[in-house]
């Protein structure tokens, strides 16, 4: 039954309505033969006591009666007229409490407007008398205690503490500081009506807090000046409304320039740019030259299914997939080369591990062997570690969002592709199917990282079969069914790194080609390599994404990036 009066009074045929309690409805119903109500109730509400009610009876199976409309009982007339005045006094008071919140609601605003309207009056000036405050970085606030500092940012979080105290905690990206505004600073329009993610500078001096009291490096900056640069929306429009913790993934894609004002978002960047830092700073001190290779190519290094293909100049290329190749011939000008570079690989996976465009850490060594090539990997993947772990700031970081984080200890296991078959069988990690891995079968990534997840450790993963992988690997001396190839394990991502020793023989090189049906011709420069003074030589591809997400333990490596590339989205 609905509880609100009539808007309209319907007219009746005869002056009867009519109540059929399983057919009619009090939303919808207007009384007629055609759509009646549900309730009596409905019918007195609607037409007023005078109104005849007529109600379906449903005759008994064993009556001789019929089911019809009959008069309503005086009984049951009684009983709706009581229920009516229920519903009619429930309806006046609900009118009076809306009215009276109306009032309040309106006295609310007035005063709102009165106490902004005299807001407008508060002008903030700066005291000539103070020192001139030095400008810094939120990361400088500790050396500069004491001191008369001016600091800009946007307003993190923002607490209102009565009418003579407001805490703001300001962001610039190196940090975060409390700032108190007290008396005027906090009465002014702005202030009044400042909303999160606004942009201000707040002028005063950085002190030490008490003993009890915390706030982020343990003090917080006394405001004597300020000003707002640029207000956000407030209301819904504010940034909390368009996303939070328990917005959509599909939204927080949509708005990931907002999500990367977050801690979270923010602070795991924070770390892949240590991360960078620490494999460019690894190689720098081993010797290794940066190069940068170019993204658009007209060659497949990891075959031709994951090729992005482009339009070049009415020429088909493609989207680089490694720079493994490019690094191969940088070999004899520059000795030992890496570099830090975006791929592309257009499969259309959806796990967790996949990316569309990968940060891709790849680095070519000549005169190496197999085994070195497995404890420069080994030594690199742990060095790096160490650096990240040496900053301060970062390890902060991975031990916040990794509280079980431990460094992994050397040497990592090296298993063989054949020892990895044999140990599904062992464990009973079968395919969808049922059925077990046999040799030479792919392990795809979820039977790979049960594994891994079940060893616990890092697996250098060794020789696999020459089916299934890349045509350009070397083949194992002792067993030419197996190629000198290692994929890097790690428990919760699986493979970050895959790697392998090149071919350096001519002739194999081109009967690589022709197993793979690749056409030698664009690869003219690579088959070079092989005629102008061979070499044995190796290297390796690191998903950068993967190792952060592993540092960091992170559910996907689609938040170890900027702006994620994955199937179906590249935006914003
Ligand atoms: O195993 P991959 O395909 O090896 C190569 O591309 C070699 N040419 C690298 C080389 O020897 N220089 O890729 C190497 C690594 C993977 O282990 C993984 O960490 C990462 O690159 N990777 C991806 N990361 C995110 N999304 C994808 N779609 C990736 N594909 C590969």
Redesign the pocket.
Known sequence: MADTLPVETLSLVDGVAYVDETKGSDETGNGSVETPYQSPVQALLVHGKDVKIHVWKVAAADSDEVSGYTLISPTALKKAVKKLAEVEKKAKKMAEQAAEQAAKDQAAAEERERVLEAAKQVVLTEDASLPKATSIKIRNGVANRGKRVKVSGWVHRLRVQGKNMTFIILRDGTGYLQCVLTDNLCQTYDALTLTLESTVTVYGVINELPAGKTAADNHELTVDYWECLGKAPGGEHAMSNKVNENSDPSVKYDLRHLVLREEKASNILKVRSEVMKAFRSYFDGEGYVEVTPPALVQTS??GGSTLFELNYYNEKAYLT??S?LYLETCLPSLGDVYCLVG?Y?A?K?HTR???SE?T?C?AEMAFITFDDLLDRLEDMICGVIDSVLAHKQSADIVYKLNPNFKKPERPFLRMDYSDAIQYLKDNDIKKEDGTFYEFGEDIPEAPERAMTDKIGRPILLCRFPVEIK?FYMKRCPENLRLTESV?VLMPGVG??????MRISDLDELMAAYKRESLDPSPYYWFTDQRKYGTAEHG?????L??YVAWLLNLHT?RDACLYPRFTGRAFP
């Open positions: 290094v990891e997939q490694s493994q791929s690989r499969e996976s591990r996949h990316l990968f891709h790849e890349s994929d493979e970050i790194v895959g790697g392998s290297g390796f591809g690191l998903g994404e993967r490596v």
